[in-house]
């Protein structure tokens, strides 16, 4: 009786953990929302900047804040452990320009990242995770003529692709089985580009030098996760 009933009971934790594991466990989400990305450090200095276009105008400036997307595909193998592609865009320039000054060139980016990721699933609506990935950013440089300064300059097309990584996580808020919120994540994210190459080329090879050859950013994104 007592084998029995010790049995019973382990078949229906194993048959409830399994039941629980198949209802909580999404083999596939598809994440899609807003990012911003914030430039710490590896970008444009205002020394290089007023080195680069002083003769030019005073009264440029350095932009450190980038608004964009942020979409990712997650396949998970089990409860615990997936693998995600991340895909994201942002634009802007790196130049902001004084008043009565337009023509600055256009800065956009794209990243492909791929890599492992680690979710907590519990019975809370909360699913934090953490991830790694590494990849492939492009940046480039629209060709554009600045106007409303002493002398026109122009600044040819650029485009510089290089070695991405993202390390971070967030958290995913269940609104029903299929769908959810992701609250936030967060990415240290860190690029190769290399200002000197990307900004020399669009206004002259010597005008921007001697900065870093790459650059540490803080990705911040938030929108919905379909779960299938």
Do not use: C
């Not at 992701?182 to 002259?204: C, E, I, M």
């Amino acid at each position: 009786m007592i084998r029995s009933a010790v049995a019973t009971f382990i078949s229906t934790v194993l048959i409830g953990s399994l039941a629980f594991a198949q209802d909580s466990t999404p083999k596939v989400q598809v994440f899609g929302g807003y990012s911003l990305v914030h430039q710490i450090s590896g970008g444009i200095t205002d020394l290089s900047l007023d080195l680069a276009l002083r003769p030019v105008s005073i009264g440029f400036g350095v932009a450190t804040n980038f608004t964009g997307w942020n979409a990712e595909a997650q396949y998970n193998a089990d409860r615990w452990v997936g693998i995600v592609a991340d895909f994201s865009g942002r634009n802007g320039s790196s130049i902001t320009a004084p008043g009565g000054v337009s023509g600055m060139p256009n800065g956009t980016a794209y990243s492909i990242l791929a890599g492992p990721v680690i979710s907590y699933r519990t019975k809370s609506k909360m699913t934090p995770f953490l991830h790694v990935l590494a990849g492939w950013d492009r940046t480039s440089l629209s060709a554009s003529t600045i106007t409303g300064v002493m002398s026109p300059v122009s600044s040819a097309a650029t485009t510089y692709n290089d070695f991405a990584l993202a390390l971070g996580g967030g958290v995913d808020y269940s609104i029903v089985r299929h769908f959810a919120i992701r609250l936030v994540q967060v990415d240290y994210y860190h690029t190769s580009v290399n200002p000197n190459k990307l900004y020399g080329g669009a206004f002259g090879g010597t005008s921007f030098e001697g900065l870093p050859t790459h650059q540490v950013n803080l990705r911040l994104s938030a929108g919905a996760v379909l779960r299938f």
